[in-house]
């Protein structure tokens, strides 16, 4: 944090500074003239990424709109917020598209939310509204959450490709499977594919709008259905922003029933995902067995929680569920039982050469693109960038994790089958084989719960306009809730950026040069979630 501070300090800029919530630094830039020259010295001199930008209706509380970029690093505990305020004289806002690429996707959201623009002459696409009238901008504090929509049907103009031989393949929204809904619009030539499109945002729910008018607890029930799957790491994320505004201390126990409920949910969906890749390379044999393990994890999750799914697990100030050193050792067993299956599944894959064949040098992405478009997870550590949130901004009970040392041995050889992932499927299917283990070895480093209680509560009200951020590391990666309080413990504004958000752009460089055929395994890969982008 010192190391930080006295950098900002040596730096030309006029800003107002205060420190606060631990790892974090606030400032606010004095002229907002200067704030892409600003974060591109912070990008370059301190290393940090832009992890997103939080627009904030203030007009109740100072007649001005706020923006807060939100970076962050790799290397160190640290979130820094660049803070600028809007009045109306000012209907634009300064785009940072040149010094982070990944801006331009946040940029657009604040358009159809906010209905303000980076600049006069900018025409900026449609994330999510696409479908809903005109100059309706729900994240306004005049807007009403109630209030019936009328669909416009606009026409979405997607890049022309043009050139002898182009064909134009128009995929979904609707799929022939049970899957969410997006649009994919391929230009191919022959089987190859030139150039692709992606539109989302039909599965949009207004969770950050809907959480305005419900109490903090019930948001805790709405931030599970963000996207099911991930409904530990959002839950807890959520959880963890609240009780960092009321300075609340959770009991050790309830952070170490958290640890244990996030890697079980890790698990399950790595299985899944594994499994899915396989489905999409045609070896059901393969892909079955993984899909019998996934299953194996969920009947064990509702056995320990009631819910395949992991729902109404935590609370604000702790956990609902309760565990026993008994159901430790009952969990232990479970997965030693499945992880022994699971490495002679391995063994069986790696030895098939048609199975090796499909997946290497397949969706390959370069590690400069990853960067510019603020990848995260999985994705983004198989081609050696380090974004784990449970090791760079360790939380709850992470940093109390001791995992037994790797010989030199294996960690010479973890070393050399690092080197040889080169951002394909294969290396994606390799990182989350990783996972699965480190996950793993995170749950049997755990065998004895201390007896200190599940919750605290939380007394009184919190301070009206005190924000705080929580985060956690999903099986898709970093995820993020930023949480101002209002008035009588109510919601003001909540920003949520879940990992798929910020990796659904690399799909589109992903695909590029592949076959058509090849689309879903790459699109699998990924793993994104639909529903958690569409937010």
């Keep these: 944090m010192e190391h930080y501070l006295s950098k900002l300090e040596q730096l030309k800029f006029k800003f107002t500074k205060h420190v606060k919530n631990n790892n974090e630094i606030h400032i606010e830039l004095d002229d907002t003239s200067q704030l892409i020259e600003f974060c591109n010295i912070l990008k370059l001199e301190m290393n940090l990424r832009l992890l997103t930008i939080i627009y904030c209706d203030e007009r109740k509380i100072n007649h001005e709109f706020s923006i807060r970029y939100l970076l962050g690093s790799d290397i160190d505990d640290i979130f820094l917020f660049v803070i600028s305020h809007m009045n109306k004289k000012h209907a634009y806002f300064p785009s940072l598209s040149d010094v982070f690429p990944s801006s331009i996707k946040y940029e657009r959201e604040i358009n ?54 182009i064909c134009e393949i128009p995929v979904g929204p609707i799929h022939a499977g049970i899957i969410e809904p997006g649009h994919f619009r391929f230009s191919v030539i022959g089987e190859t594919i030139v150039n692709m499109e992606t539109r989302l945002g039909y599965t949009h729910k207004g969770i950050e709008k809907i959480a305005e008018s419900m109490s903090i607890d019930d948001v805790v029930f709405l931030s599970e259905r963000i996207s099911g799957d991930e409904s530990i790491a959002n839950s807890m994320a959520f959880c963890q922003a609240i009780e960092k505004i009321g300075q609340l201390t959770i009991p050790q126990k309830a952070e170490q029933i958290r640890l244990l409920f996030a890697e079980l949910e890790r698990i399950y969906n790595h299985f899944g995902t594994l499994s899915g890749i396989i489905t999409d390379i045609g070896f059901p044999y393969g892909a079955s067995r993984l899909n019998i393990l996934k299953e194996q994890i969920m009947q064990l999750n509702e056995k320990l929680s009631g819910s395949r799914i992991l729902f109404g697990v935590n609370q604000i100030g702790g956990v609902k569920i309760n565990m026993t050193d008994e159901t430790l050792i009952y969990i232990h067993s479970v997965l030693d039982n499945a992880f022994q299956t699971f490495e ?16 290497r040098n397949t969706g390959m992405i370069e590690k400069q693109v990853a960067r510019d478009l603020g990848l995260v997870g999985i994705s983004s550590r198989c081609i050696g960038i380090e974004s784990d949130t449970r090791h760079t901004h360790p939380y709850g009970y992470y940093p109390s994790i001791r995992l037994k040392q790797k010989t030199p041995r294996e960690t010479m050889e973890h070393q050399v089958e690092l080197q040889k992932r080169i951002g394909d499927v294969l290396s994606r299917f390799m990182s989350r084989v990783d996972d699965l ?26 301070a009206p ?9 999903s099986h898709r990666g970093e995820t993020l809730h930023w949480i101002m309080i209002g008035e009588h413990n109510s919601i003001f504004r909540y920003k949520i950026r879940t990992a798929s958000f910020s990796n659904w752009p690399i799909i589109e460089h992903a695909v590029l040069n592949n076959i058509v055929a090849d689309f879903s395994v790459i699109n699998k890969s990924f793993d994104f979630s639909y529903s958690g982008n569409d937010l």
């Design 112 to 165: 159809d939310m906010f209905g303000i623009q980076t600049q006069e002459d900018t025409i900026l696409k449609p994330l999510i509204l696409h479908d809903f009238q005109k100059n309706v901008f729900p994240l306004r504090k005049d807007f009403d959450a109630k209030t019936e929509l009328n669909y416009s049907h606009r026409k979405f103009e997607f890049t022309p490709i043009t050139g002898d031989g």
């Design 344 to 359: 002679k599944i391995l063994d069986l894959l790696k030895s098939n050469s048609s199975v090796m064949d499909r997946l």
């Design 437 to 462: 283990r480190q996950s793993k070895e995170i749950i049997d480093s755990i065998t004895t719960l201390k007896n200190d209680g599940l919750s605290v509560s939380l007394e009184g009200e919190l």
């Design 465 to 473: 306009y005190s924000s705080g951020l929580g985060y956690a590391e």
